[in-house]
């Protein structure tokens, strides 16, 4: 088990997910936004499962508008896969279960 | 009190819906529908494989009928989608496209599902670069930008006019509008620049979103472009009330046998609680939700 889904802002962004020993999956959110709603409960639940290996994370968009602009966020849900500061993929949209844990296993 | 105070509300009046206001309004609720027929997938179809119909029926018919069958009990029908729902204490508080609000103690959803991509070359490139599919996910990104929203009915007026608070220009690109009068005069009379009679051939950009390109020729630059095809659907609608969806596709609602969702109050029935997408599910479980919901607001109402 991990520490579960971490929240991520504009000070702690490059400390948690950029310079993190581990691979970090990192979920731009903002609370009116109905299909972030959706997938936050998919979020929780690969953590769960692959938090010991894996770095889960959100990000409030409304809050930290400094990170989602550094990586041309236009549109949230939008989950990125970090990996030594690099991104490795990303998804856009309230995508399925199958398809975010396919990030996951890319690092695994 | 609030004076449009209603015991159930009903989204969608397919099969599943008519069937829960059926039920619903013979027990004494007050019941109001929302919702346009011809929406339902039931309305162009030709049924011949629903029980106690021996002949194929068209989907047009059975639906007036049941609509009928639904005013003998007194509910109530409103030709109009709606376009945002929240909860507040124990109520759902509902808007229309023509901006009137509604409360009802609980709510049935039951607008069924559609397809939401354009399915043009461009669009699946440039998805989250430019490309969104939902304004009030995405407006603030787009401060100060020109954008485009592609759609002929309530989703894309009402989000064109959403989006006049955050970007520069709003173009609104349709086939034909679709919407309620009040909806039409609104959008007309606001800064929202229609081009009408044509649609989205291709969407342009490399990296993200250029322009888009239209099937009368012209190409309108622009920095987003929002797909908002229909009526609001339910991702829109329920996500926000903290509803879960199924994991594996976000286009279900997780219901158990009451048709209950995990929200206290509301139900989901027919085909957007999952598969088979068959007349005979959507009214059994219209018939269950609204059993449900009724006993739940009289409960409600007498607590």
Redesign the interface.
């Given at each position: 088990m991990g520490q579960g889904v971490l929240d991520i802002d504009d000070n702690n962004f490059e400390s948690e997910i950029l310079k993190a020993d581990k691979p970090a999956l990192l979920d731009f959110w903002?609370p009116?936004?109905?299909?972030?709603?959706?997938?936050a409960?998919?979020m929780d639940?690969l953590q769960e499962t692959y938090g010991d290996s894996i770095i889960f994370a959100r990000c409030n968009?409304?809050n930290s508008p400094n990170a989602p602009a550094q990586y041309?966020?236009?549109?949230?849900?939008?989950i990125i896969l970090f990996q030594n500061g690099n991104v490795v993929d990303?998804v856009?949209?309230?995508?399925?279960?199958?398809h975010i844990e396919g990030l996951v296993k890319k690092v695994l | 009190m609030p004076d449009k105070l209603y015991d159930v509300a009903i989204i969608g009046c397919g099969p599943a819906g008519l069937q829960a206001a059926i039920h619903a309004a013979s027990k004494k609720s007050k019941v109001i529908v929302f919702g346009k027929a011809r929406k339902s997938g039931l309305y162009k179809a030709h049924i011949a494989n629903y029980c106690c119909y021996e002949k194929v029926v068209l989907g047009k018919e059975i639906l007036e009928v049941g609509r009928k069958q639904a005013e003998t009990f007194d509910a109530i029908f409103l030709e109009e989608d709606i376009v945002r729902t929240r909860k507040e204490n124990d109520l759902f508080s509902l808007n229309t496209e023509s901006g009137e609000n509604f409360t009802s103690r609980t709510l049935i959803l039951s607008m069924g599902v559609a397809r939401n991509k354009l399915r043009v070359k461009g669009e699946k490139e440039l998805v989250g670069r430019g490309v969104s599919y939902c304004v009030d996910c995405d407006a603030n990104f787009y401060r100060g930008l020109e954008v485009a929203v592609v759609g002929n009915e309530s989703a894309a007026a009402t989000g064109a006019m959403t989006l006049l608070s955050f970007a520069k220009t709003v173009y609104l690109i349709c086939r034909k509008l679709m919407v309620t009068d009040m909806l039409y005069k609104d959008l007309r009379s606001s800064r929202v620049k229609v081009i009408e009679d044509t649609w989205v051939k291709e969407i342009i950009g490399t990296n993200e979103v250029e322009g888009v390109f239209l099937k009368n020729g012209e190409t309108v630059k622009v920095d987003g472009i929002f797909v908002e095809l229909g009526a609001k659907g339910a991702l829109e609608l329920a996500a926000n009330l903290g509803v879960i969806f199924d994991a594996e596709s976000f286009s279900f609602i997780e219901t158990n046998k009451k048709q209950e969702t995990n929200i206290p109050g509301l139900y989901a029935a027919g085909d957007i609680s999952g598969k088979p997408w068959q007349i005979a599910k959507a009214v059994g479980e219209g018939c269950v939700a609204g059993i449900n919901a009724s006993e739940y607001a009289k409960k409600l109402a007498s607590s």
């Amino acid at each position: 088990m991990g520490q579960g889904v971490l929240d991520i802002d504009d000070n702690n962004f490059e400390s948690e997910i950029l310079k993190a020993d581990k691979p970090a999956l990192l979920d731009f959110w903002a609370p009116w936004c109905g299909p972030c709603k959706a997938i936050a409960p998919v979020m929780d639940e690969l953590q769960e499962t692959y938090g010991d290996s894996i770095i889960f994370a959100r990000c409030n968009v409304d809050n930290s508008p400094n990170a989602p602009a550094q990586y041309g966020i236009r549109a949230i849900p939008t989950i990125i896969l970090f990996q030594n500061g690099n991104v490795v993929d990303q998804v856009v949209g309230a995508v399925p279960k199958s398809h975010i844990e396919g990030l996951v296993k890319k690092v695994l | 009190m609030p004076d449009k105070l209603y015991d159930v509300a009903i989204i969608g009046c397919g099969p599943a819906g008519l069937q829960a206001a059926i039920h619903a309004a013979s027990k004494k609720s007050k019941v109001i529908v929302f919702g346009k027929a011809r929406k339902s997938g039931l309305y162009k179809a030709h049924i011949a494989n629903y029980c106690c119909y021996e002949k194929v029926v068209l989907g047009k018919e059975i639906l007036e009928v049941g609509r009928k069958q639904a005013e003998t009990f007194d509910a109530i029908f409103l030709e109009e989608d709606i376009v945002r729902t929240r909860k507040e204490n124990d109520l759902f508080s509902l808007n229309t496209e023509s901006g009137e609000n509604f409360t009802s103690r609980t709510l049935i959803l039951s607008m069924g599902v559609a397809r939401n991509k354009l399915r043009v070359k461009g669009e699946k490139e440039l998805v989250g670069r430019g490309v969104s599919y939902c304004v009030d996910c995405d407006a603030n990104f787009y401060r100060g930008l020109e954008v485009a929203v592609v759609g002929n009915e309530s989703a894309a007026a009402t989000g064109a006019m959403t989006l006049l608070s955050f970007a520069k220009t709003v173009y609104l690109i349709c086939r034909k509008l679709m919407v309620t009068d009040m909806l039409y005069k609104d959008l007309r009379s606001s800064r929202v620049k229609v081009i009408e009679d044509t649609w989205v051939k291709e969407i342009i950009g490399t990296n993200e979103v250029e322009g888009v390109f239209l099937k009368n020729g012209e190409t309108v630059k622009v920095d987003g472009i929002f797909v908002e095809l229909g009526a609001k659907g339910a991702l829109e609608l329920a996500a926000n009330l903290g509803v879960i969806f199924d994991a594996e596709s976000f286009s279900f609602i997780e219901t158990n046998k009451k048709q209950e969702t995990n929200i206290p109050g509301l139900y989901a029935a027919g085909d957007i609680s999952g598969k088979p997408w068959q007349i005979a599910k959507a009214v059994g479980e219209g018939c269950v939700a609204g059993i449900n919901a009724s006993e739940y607001a009289k409960k409600l109402a007498s607590s």
